[in-house]
């Protein structure tokens, strides 16, 4: 009936429509689409922070789906609004699976699996990172300010977002 070139997920669909991701190639951002199961036409498109190869799950209303920017993603399912995210430790390539209201993913940077519920978790307003440097007991600059701390470190309290992180041995 119709088709699409998405060259990343393999897609799942529910109530009509059909969800996928799609990489543009080497290491550049994705997009998540949701398209009616019926024509292909484009209902709506999510950009991600990082690359998206794992698969999306629907469940209730909502799209899961995970990405090398450290983040599971929730949309709601017909309109593509952001429901909230969930920070993990490293990249998410794995699949989600949802069960019984919990959804279940691994990490293969961390070899960690996570069980989370479904239910609208809160975007958070300030983060931590974590960085290491080698040799060790390189300054650290975000967003050109010093820090005053030296690495390894973890800086805690950083307003979710873009920041440019600077060492300086």
């Known amino acids: 009936i119709w088709e699409i070139n998405i060259g990343g997920s393999d897609p799942a669909v529910s109530d009509g429509i059909v969800f996928f991701s799609h990489n543009p190639g080497n290491w550049e951002a994705s997009s998540v689409y949701a398209v009616s199961a019926l024509t292909g036409k484009k209902i709506w498109e999510f950009k991600t922070g990082g690359r ?12 899961y789906f ?10 709601n399912a017909k309109t593509g609004k952001q429901l909230w995210i969930y920070l993990s430790e490293g990249m998410i390539e794995d699949n989600p699976v ?37 040799p060790s007991n ?23 977002g873009e920041h440019q992180v600077l060492l300086k041995k």
């Open 138 to 160: 390189a300054s650290i600059y975000i967003d050109e300010s010093n820090t005053g701390t030296k690495t390894p470190a973890t800086i805690s309290g950083l307003t979710v």
């Open 52 to 63: 998206t190869t794992s698969s999306p799950a629907v469940s209730n209303g909502a799209v």
């Open 98 to 134: 949802i069960r019984n209201g919990v959804i279940y993913f691994g990490n293969s940077n961390t070899g960690k699996v996570y069980a989370i519920g479904t239910g609208n978790l809160p975007i958070p307003d300030t983060a931590s990172l974590s960085i290491t440097s080698s």
């Open 66 to 75: 995970g990405s090398t920017d450290r983040i599971l993603y929730a949309l």
